[in-house]
């Protein structure tokens, strides 16, 4: 089956960074365009960034300039560097495939169990 794994998740203090992986097994890859989403205590699910089998990316407006999107098909791992990271990008982060290249969390096929991304001020 399925699984998408995220790990990388901790504290850090503002203003710092951190590397988010997720490893995917039980389907192609490369087929997938794959996407990252947050959600905070008592707030919706958030896109974050996404990025499609060639290497194309689209960002949030929050995160932009900020966070970068990366793959490697040859591992099956998808990355997300947090730089200068503020209070307010706290939140447990999910990666997450889909079929289509979208930052509509409902077009994503397949959901890892998520890592907590906690920041001090």
């Known amino acids: 089956q399925v699984q998408l794994v995220e790990s990388g998740g901790g504290l850090v203090q503002a203003g710092g960074s951190l590397r988010l992986s997720c490893a995917a097994s039980?389907?192609?890859?490369?087929?997938?365009?794959m996407g990252w989403f947050r959600q905070a205590p008592g707030k919706e699910r958030e896109f974050v960034g996404n990025i499609n089998w060639r290497g194309g990316v689209t960002y949030a407006d929050s995160v932009k300039g900020r966070f970068t999107v990366s793959r490697d098909n040859a591992k099956n791992t998808v990355y997300l560097q947090m730089n200068s990271l503020k209070p307010e990008d706290a939140a447990v982060y999910y990666c997450?495939?889909?079929?289509?290249?979208?930052?509509?969390?409902?077009?994503?096929?397949?959901w890892g169990q998520g890592t907590l991304v906690t920041v001090s001020s």
């Open positions: 039980g389907l192609t890859f490369g087929a997938y365009a």
């Open positions: 997450a495939a889909a079929l289509k290249f979208s930052d509509d969390p409902t077009k994503y096929n397949y």
